[in-house]
């Protein structure tokens, strides 16, 4: 348990997590109890202990450090009714009066100005920073920036106005200055080029919604946790705050869509599907359900939101997330460098603070006195496809775990090839597992060329339906396309079970293709091998067994484990199974059954039954599942098309 002092658990009102309104205030007293002994003078800068900065520089830092923990603390006061017997709010006022006295460049930090914070500048992170302090400042209008003195609103005002006047990255960002126009609109500061801030913002992100809830980053298809901690967050409160139901009939709406999907991405243990970058903000996954229950705009049941929501928040802290002294660390469970983003720094982490959102109900909403009810996850065993990011989630209520099969996100530029970025270009993910950063990859088809494995690269969805989901790519190497050469991807699932089938067409024969399943980390991990099968099982500290399965059913000739020195974020040390085979002509069909699973014994994979056939317009696959049912596919070059029988 962390260093955190929690009351005693409620299994009455809460019998799945024992967590009530009480551990959520005790949570957010101890998180800011914590950083409050980093403050610089003043308290305009919080520079947390670290050896990683960001690329932007301490001073930009201490602002981060300052601006994500203001946040929470307006989330606590203001959910209090203003109740603040911490003296949250008058250290935050000094530090705003301070911050803003000579706002200085990014990057410079010397003992003559510790201070000041930085200017707001074209793509700079005091942007992003400011969008926190305008939002904090907004919600806790009354007992802070109404007591403050004149020159220190305008001081204030002016610096937070720069953020309406300079061009953010073109992607989340923009809602950044709409969440500074809000505030300022409303405190009558640069009131036309807030409101104009406003409707850019809403206009810009209006240009990558996809429908169905779903936006993409930027990027053509960049699907992740921004959807819910970015995309819906800001305009739905944005909205809210301001009463324009207009506004917020239709950002509720989408809202409301993106929930009745990510209810499905989170474990029974709480823990969010472990995908996209910036995963160090962790719990911040919890803000889209409470920002469903703050606007009245969700499918969920108040006690799942809050079953939901609790989960998320002590599985981190249940799991090693703050360290002695009581600070959240740059990683997943603990400490994990790999997986830090350069842009992050020490006080990154507190982007997690949007995760208390919930503290603004009352202590009489029925989110905080309802009975937990069980998550989607727990509800029984589920195969859901997400059509518009193309993926398939697929749960097991056996073992809690949630799988997302990835055939559409790959966080691609429209207008250069990227390396694979691990964290988007794998075929699935999951609540329980990380993608590897350090070693051979995991859940990827790649053909070996000059002694090279292939990149997925840019990934094209073909569709996804009751229990699949198919995508098509070019495989790369060193930037470029192998000429000619085409995977088409398909995933079909069933309770634990999956049958993973790829045709590789154009390459040249004899060509050499490894497909790898998932991996599993811990402190300690055995592996073995068996005809076709290979396994690698990953122990925890409880005892409790995370086990993968990788078994070859057609076009793969051998099995092995490649181990893991460097691990995951979910552990030390790991494995991956893996499958190997080589092309026999123009087009080969390679296909292999998986299975991730907890603890319990399943049937051997040999109960999945998979016959294929080549035929005329391609490649037929039939597939009969454990309880009966059947999936028939046929696989042309970049066309599938699938049928399922109960």
């Not at 020159?151 to 953020?163: H, I, K, N, P, Y």
Request: net charge negative; aromatic share 8%.
């Amino acid at each position: 348990m962390p260093p955190i002092e929690l009351p005693p658990e409620d299994r009455r009102l809460s019998p799945f997590t024992g967590w009530t309104r009480a551990h959520w205030e005790a949570a957010a007293d101890g998180l800011l109890a914590a950083v409050r002994h980093h403050a610089g003078p003043g308290h305009a800068l919080i520079g947390l202990p670290g050896d990683r900065p960001s690329w932007s520089g301490p001073r930009s830092d201490g602002l981060e450090g300052y601006a994500r923990t203001f946040l929470l603390a307006a989330f606590r006061v203001a959910g209090a009714g203003g109740d603040d017997p911490h003296g949250l709010l008058p250290a935050y006022a000094e530090g705003l009066a301070a911050g803003t006295r000579r706002p200085t460049a990014e990057r410079a930090l010397t003992d003559a100005d510790p201070a000041s914070w930085p200017v707001i500048t074209d793509r700079g992170q005091a942007m992003v920073e400011a969008a926190s302090i305008a939002l904090g400042l907004r919600i806790t209008r009354p007992w802070l920036w109404d007591r403050l003195d004149h020159d220190v609103r305008e001081r204030a005002g002016a610096w937070l106005a720069g953020a309406l006047h300079r061009a953010p990255v073109d992607n989340n960002w923009w809602l950044f200055p709409l969440t500074v126009g809000g505030f300022l609109s409303e405190a009558g500061i640069d009131d036309a080029a807030a409101e104009q801030a406003v409707e850019r913002g809403l206009a810009r992100i209006e240009s990558w919604y996809r429908g169905d809830g779903w936006y993409t980053d930027g990027r053509p298809r960049a699907f992740d946790h921004y959807n819910g901690w970015a995309f819906h967050l800001y305009p739905v409160l944005h909205a809210h705050l301001g009463g324009d139901r207009r506004l917020l009939d239709l950002y509720g709406g989408r809202l409301a869509a993106h929930l009745d999907a990510c209810a499905h991405t989170f474990g029974a243990d709480g823990a969010p599907v472990h995908q996209g970058r910036s995963l160090t903000y962790r719990f911040a996954a919890a803000a889209p359900l409470w920002a469903g229950a703050l606007s009245g705009h969700t499918p969920l049941a108040a006690g799942t939101t809050r079953r939901l929501a609790s989960g998320a928040l002590r599985y981190f802290l249940d799991r090693g997330a703050l360290d002695a002294e009581g600070l959240l660390t740059s990683g997943w469970h603990g400490p994990y460098p790999p997986m830090v983003q350069p842009y992050s720094g020490p006080a990154s982490p507190y982007w997690a603070s949007k995760g208390f959102l919930g503290l603004l109900l009352p202590p009489d909403h029925p989110v905080w006195t309802a009975t937990e009810e069980p998550g989607p996850a727990e509800l029984g065993d589920a195969v859901r496809p997400l059509p518009r990011p193309g993926w398939l989630i697929q749960s097991t209520a056996a073992d809690g775990l949630v799988r997302l099969h990835n055939h559409g996100s790959d966080d691609q530029p429209a207008d250069e090839v990227l390396p694979d970025d691990p964290l988007y270009a794998r075929l699935a993910h999951s609540t329980a597992t990380g993608p590897v950063l350090d070693g051979p990859p995991d859940n990827h088809l790649g053909l070996v060329v000059g002694g090279a494995l292939t990149e997925r690269g840019p990934i094209r969805p073909l569709g996804a339906g009751d229990g699949w989901a198919a995508s098509e790519h070019r495989p790369r190497t060193g930037g470029a396309e192998l000429p000619g050469v085409v995977v088409t991807s398909l995933v079909l699932a069933a309770g634990a079970e999956e049958v993973r089938a790829h045709l590789v067409t154009g390459a040249e024969p004899g060509t050499e293709v490894r497909h790898s399943g998932w991996a599993v980390a811990s402190d300690r991990v055995e592996t073995s091998v068996a005809g076709p099968l290979a396994t690698a099982t990953a122990t925890g500290p409880d005892g409790g067994r995370l086990v993968s399965l990788l078994r070859r059913a057609d076009g793969f000739s051998t099995a092995a484990t490649d181990p893991l020195p460097a691990g995951t974020a979910f552990g030390a040390v790991g494995a991956v199974p893996r499958v190997t085979g080589r092309t026999t002509g123009t087009a080969t069909l390679f296909v292999s059954t998986a299975r991730l699973a907890r603890g319990q014994a399943h049937p051997p994979l040999t109960a999945v039954e998979v016959r294929t056939e080549r035929v005329p317009e391609g490649h037929r696959l039939h597939v009969r599942w454990p309880d009966g049912g059947r999936h028939t596919a046929l696989l042309a070059t970049g066309s599938v098309t699938v049928h399922r029988e109960d």
